[in-house]
């Protein structure tokens, strides 16, 4: 039996959490010549998909719910032809699976990016991801989008406006939400300063839209080594790609990626706007009781933001 759920998911709460011995028994009846190999769990489980190790090689991608297979078609269709333009690796989409009585949705299998998330890097590190980053986002942005529609009607909100009435509801319902943190006049009082950006200053592009740390792996040194979850994949405002500077550089850092990613200041208004409420506020309010870490380092981030525009938000 499936329901519908508070933000649009469609679950099926009688159907089991998988485990390694599944995923043998999915790749033995569509893919045997893996089946064979070691599966395990991944650390790079996230709230879209389950994903599983299989071997050294691979990895399959899993989606949690009906409603984020549309992401895993996407990312199956499209990254093979992006792939070749981009200068950072990405997974190589290997196998996209039927479902089947044993797993009612589609299932990739992909290549292993090698490489470790970020996490509480010194200055030097975070110029050197940003560095990467930056230039990554550049050569995303370039490549051609094959005469594909661009917008929220083809590819979802993110490939839309950083405010819109819709947002200014978000905005609201997570000051709400969140009282036992912010102070909800001071929430409104950051997004009405926030929210008045200046219009795109450039074409719709391709755009990542969730470049976060959890999608992102850098070498010892902070090299970025690789770019994962292409789910989110669209044709929309590439101020998008940038709003998880304020979560994870400080302030010289992001100065760094602003450069490297010939950012203008249009752009980075609307980026920093797009940061305070979907994945900021709203993220908070969803996922503070099941992703503390999200939380804390989402909860910086707001009040970074928030800091920029003159308003303590506590």
Same mark, same amino acid.
């Given at each position: 039996?499936?329901?519908?759920?508070?933000?649009?998911?469609?679950?099926?709460?009688?159907?089991?959490?998988?485990?390694?011995?599944? *995923?043998?028994?999915?790749?033995?009846?569509?893919?045997?010549?893996?089946?064979?190999?070691?599966?395990?769990?991944?650390?790079?489980?996230?709230?879209?998909?389950?994903?599983?190790?299989?071997?050294?090689?691979?990895? *399959?991608?899993? &989606?949690?719910?009906?409603?984020?297979?549309?992401?895993?078609?996407?990312?199956?269709?499209?990254? &093979?032809?992006?792939?070749?333009?981009?200068?950072?690796?990405?997974?190589?989409?290997? #196998?996209?699976?039927?479902?089947?009585?044993?797993? &009612?949705?589609?299932?990739?299998?992909?290549?292993?990016?090698?490489?470790?998330?970020?996490?509480?890097?010194?200055?030097?590190?975070?110029?050197?991801?940003?560095?990467?980053?930056?230039?990554? $986002?550049?050569?995303?942005?370039?490549?051609?989008?094959?005469?594909?529609?661009?917008?929220?009607?083809?590819?979802?909100?993110?490939?839309?406006?950083?405010?819109?009435?819709?947002?200014?509801?978000?905005?609201?319902?997570?000051?709400?939400?969140?009282?036992?943190?912010?102070?909800?006049?001071?929430?409104?009082?950051?997004?009405?300063?926030?929210?008045?950006?200046?219009?795109?200053?450039?074409?719709?592009?391709?755009?990542?839209?969730?470049?976060?740390?959890?999608?992102?792996?850098?070498?010892?040194?902070?090299?970025?080594?690789?770019?994962?979850? #292409?789910?989110?994949?669209?044709?929309?405002?590439?101020? *998008?790609?940038?709003?998880?500077?304020?979560? $994870? #550089?400080?302030?010289?850092?992001?100065?760094?990626?602003?450069?490297?990613?010939?950012?203008?200041?249009?752009?980075?208004?609307?980026?920093?706007?797009?940061?305070?409420?979907?994945?900021?506020?709203?993220?908070?309010?969803?996922?503070?009781?099941? $992703?503390?870490?999200?939380?804390?380092?989402?909860?910086?981030?707001?009040?970074?933001?928030?800091?920029?525009?003159?308003?303590?938000?506590?």
């Amino acid at each position: 039996m499936a329901y519908l759920t508070n933000d649009g998911r469609v679950e099926h709460p009688d159907e089991p959490t998988p485990d390694a011995a599944f *995923v043998v028994r999915l790749l033995r009846d569509q893919f045997p010549d893996l089946a064979g190999h070691y599966v395990r769990p991944s650390n790079a489980s996230g709230s879209s998909n389950w994903v599983f190790r299989v071997g050294d090689a691979y990895a *399959v991608r899993l &989606p949690r719910s009906d409603s984020y297979t549309a992401d895993l078609l996407t990312e199956a269709e499209f990254l &093979p032809r992006l792939a070749p333009y981009l200068d950072v690796p990405v997974p190589d989409v290997r #196998f996209l699976a039927e479902p089947s009585v044993a797993f &009612p949705r589609p299932w990739t299998v992909v290549t292993w990016v090698p490489g470790a998330t970020p996490s509480a890097m010194a200055p030097p590190r975070q110029a050197r991801m940003a560095v990467g980053l930056g230039r990554f $986002m550049r050569r995303l942005h370039d490549v051609d989008t094959f005469g594909s529609a661009a917008g929220p009607e083809r590819w979802g909100y993110r490939a839309g406006e950083p405010v819109t009435d819709e947002i200014d509801g978000w905005a609201d319902r997570a000051a709400r939400l969140l009282e036992d943190i912010f102070d909800p006049g001071q929430v409104q009082k950051a997004w009405r300063r926030l929210r008045d950006v200046p219009p795109a200053s450039a074409p719709p592009c391709w755009i990542h839209t969730d470049l976060s740390i959890e999608n992102l792996l850098v070498s010892p040194d902070g090299d970025l080594v690789g770019v994962v979850d #292409f789910g989110g994949l669209g044709i929309g405002d590439r101020s *998008v790609d940038l709003l998880y500077a304020w979560s $994870m #550089f400080d302030p010289s850092a992001r100065d760094v990626l602003r450069s490297e990613s010939d950012t203008d200041e249009a752009t980075w208004l609307r980026a920093r706007a797009w940061a305070f409420v979907g994945p900021g506020l709203l993220t908070i309010a969803d996922y503070r009781h099941s $992703m503390p870490d999200r939380t804390a380092r989402l909860t910086r981030m707001v009040e970074v933001i928030a800091e920029e525009v003159g308003v303590p938000l506590r």
